[in-house]
Each structure stands twice: as structure tokens, then as C-alpha cells.
């Protein structure tokens, strides 16, 4: 018998909802017929065949109850770990340029007063980047580097001299 899983929270955008589950990490835009179902106060065979398996595919219906839940995001979490404990990360700010204006970003007044928002990587600090994640991972020679790269907006590099 599947039930609304206890990790499902939504919130109405507009005429529909953004529904998320915490514990599988699946985001969806739904219509109210989806959060009146998970509400409990429609019943399932209400609801299209192939709406019914993305529901239960991406966890907003399920038959575990709260504990097996947690016990699945635990094993979960435990796999991606694992999996992260492999690599060590490097982040790398190329430019702080960008072509967005996105309301809650921090990273423009962060470098503004730094003093350094129209500044890029050039090709010293590149090959800096390197030397150090060589000499790091060779240290650690169980980790394989993950290369995150930052902004602003990285795409927007003018070519480094
Ligand atoms: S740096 Fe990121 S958050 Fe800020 S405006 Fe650009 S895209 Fe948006």
C-alpha cells in the first residue's frame, strides 16, 4: 500500500507546486491534484498510470514507513560518501564577470569589495593551480582530483595571458 513519504514538502508557484523530497532529492513541478493525493485526500487509482510510477520512481509515494525511509537516506548518503571520499576537491574562481544579475547573489558584493571583480586567472596563477594539485594528490595518492570551477560566471573568461 503506498503513502505520501515523510520527506515530501511542496510549495504553490503560481497554479502549480514545486514539490520536493528530502530524502531522494527529486524536485518536481506538480498540479494540486498531485498534493491533494500525497495529502491523502484523493485516491491513488484517481491518478494516470505513468504519473503513479514517476511518483513512486522518484519517492513522493512509497511503502516504507518513517524508519525504513531514514534507514534508505542513510544508505544513500553512506554510497555518495564513499563514492567522494575517492576525490579531493579543488575549486578554482576564474573570473568574478558575469552575465546574470541573479537577486541573491553574494559572490558580485563579495568581490566588489574585494576590490576584485573585473579580475581573471592569468596563465601564472593557472599553472599555480596545477603545480599545487599535483603536489597535494601526490601526497594523498589514494585521491583523484575533482576540478570544480567557480565565478561569476566561468564561461565568461576573457582568454588568460
Ligand atoms: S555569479 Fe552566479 S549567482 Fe551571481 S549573478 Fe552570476 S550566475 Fe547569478
Known sequence: MYKSSKGNIWTKIGNSYLLLNTYTGA?????????????GNLTLDLVETDL?????KRGYLT???QSEELIKLEQICNSSLNYFKRYRNFGLV???ECNLKCTYCFQRDLAEKRGVSSKTLNIPQ?????DLID?????ESCAKPLICLYGG?????????
Open 52 to 56: 503513479q510510477n514517476m511518483l513512486i
Open 27 to 39: 524536485v518536481d513541478i506538480v498540479e494540486e491534484r498531485i498534493i491533494e493525493l500525497l495529502k
Open 126 to 130: 593557472v599553472n599555480l593551480f596545477f
Open 135 to 139: 603536489n597535494i594528490t601526490q601526497k
Open 153 to 161: 560566471e566561468p564561461l565568461m573568461l576573457t582568454p588568460v595571458q
Open 94 to 96: 576564474i573570473t568574478y
Open 63 to 65: 511503502t516504507l514507513n
